[in-house]
């Protein structure tokens, strides 16, 4: 017999996340979908902005913001079961839920008090910031690829520049090297009368 930490008909309590979307004029370009960026040499460039566009997309001029609402949901266990694993699973509901809508959970995702379960919502929340403050710093990064975005285009302008010069001369390899000569027609009429 496994010991279980939760019983039958006790209450649990269970953290539910809800999310809500909201679209947002992208902080970056403002909505214009790009950015100007003027090199060193003075060159001016409008380049795809990526902060609402990554990668190969193209920039919308806005950005889908996902906002998500923590909170602590108290359920009955109904059902304790073991898995193939071994692992507990308790079926619970929603204490004031629609009877008859169950939830699989394992043992570490229920929490004994709302106490207990406040504390692990808050600790997400902590997580959740510092996701944020990391996009913050590889935003600040990227401003650094934005440079290095125009120079690759830069170099692959000229490379393609180069390319088109040297297959156009091939191209045209006998121009100035080989002189196309047209026979006259006449020419072998003049022979003969001469002979
Ligand atoms: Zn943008």
């Not at 947002?24 to 902005?49: M, Q, V, W």
């Amino acid at each position: 017999m496994i010991e279980t930490q939760y019983s039958l008909g006790q209450q649990v309590w269970n953290v539910r996340t809800s999310e809500t979307t909201q679209k947002e004029t992208c902080p970056d370009c403002n909505g214009e979908r790009f950015l100007i960026l003027t090199l060193g040499n003075g060159d001016t460039h409008s380049i795809k902005c990526d902060e609402c566009g990554p990668g190969y997309q193209e920039s919308t001029g806005y950005l889908i913001r996902h906002i998500p609402t923590v909170y602590p949901v108290p359920m009955i266990v109904v059902g304790v079961e073991v898995n193939k694993k071994n692992e507990v699973q308790y079926r619970v509901q929603e204490e004031f839920g629609h009877e008859g809508s169950y939830y699989l959970q394992q043992e570490d995702s229920l929490f004994g008090t709302e106490e207990a379960c406040r504390a692990k919502i808050a600790e997400l929340d902590a997580a959740e910031k510092e996701r944020e403050a990391n996009h913050y710093k590889n935003k600040v990064n990227r401003n650094k690829s934005w440079n290095a975005n125009a120079a690759y285009h830069r170099r692959a302008i000229k490379k393609a520049t180069e390319d088109i010069a040297y297959h156009t001369k091939c191209l045209n390899y006998a121009a100035g090297k080989v002189k196309f000569e047209k026979k006259e027609s006449t020419d072998a009429l003049v022979t003969e009368t001469e002979g």
